[in-house]
């Protein structure tokens, strides 16, 4: 693949790298830009299926675990003080649900590890 020409990319209405003719005055202030700032190359480095993969799993997304949740008025809400106690309609004992990335992955049961809090996995959601 070629690379695309500079020549005409400070020229008003002229076509850019991209191919697209950029407005008069829609560069920045300064005057235009390092060419290799502007350059595209047309290819991106190859990486193995491997090192694609371990990459992939190696993004962390954020992992919640929803007690219970429920609507609430604005009133209600503005009411809320040190001692007040909100009633949710789940029962002691129902599965909670585990998000991860937004979406129900699992449910579990809370479990005490030392002096902390976990969730014992009893059932993946497909």
């Given at each position: 693949?070629?690379?695309?020409?500079l020549e005409n990319a400070n020229q008003p209405d002229a076509p850019g790298p991209s191919g697209i003719a950029t407005p008069a005055g829609s560069g920045d202030a300064g005057g235009s830009a390092p060419a290799a700032a502007v350059q595209e190359t047309g290819t991106s480095p190859k990486i193995s299926r491997k090192d694609y993969t371990r990459n992939l799993l190696a993004i962390e997304v954020p992992v919640l675990v929803t007690l219970a949740s429920q609507r609430k008025n604005i009133r209600d809400i503005v009411g809320l003080g040190p001692g007040s106690?909100?009633?949710f309609g789940k029962t002691y004992g129902e599965p909670l649900d585990i998000s991860a990335g937004g979406?129900?992955?699992a449910r579990g049961e809370v479990v005490k590890v030392g002096d902390k809090f976990g969730v014992r996995v009893s059932s993946l959601v497909k």
């Amino acid at each position: 693949m070629a690379e695309p020409s500079l020549e005409n990319a400070n020229q008003p209405d002229a076509p850019g790298p991209s191919g697209i003719a950029t407005p008069a005055g829609s560069g920045d202030a300064g005057g235009s830009a390092p060419a290799a700032a502007v350059q595209e190359t047309g290819t991106s480095p190859k990486i193995s299926r491997k090192d694609y993969t371990r990459n992939l799993l190696a993004i962390e997304v954020p992992v919640l675990v929803t007690l219970a949740s429920q609507r609430k008025n604005i009133r209600d809400i503005v009411g809320l003080g040190p001692g007040s106690i909100v009633k949710f309609g789940k029962t002691y004992g129902e599965p909670l649900d585990i998000s991860a990335g937004g979406r129900i992955i699992a449910r579990g049961e809370v479990v005490k590890v030392g002096d902390k809090f976990g969730v014992r996995v009893s059932s993946l959601v497909k």
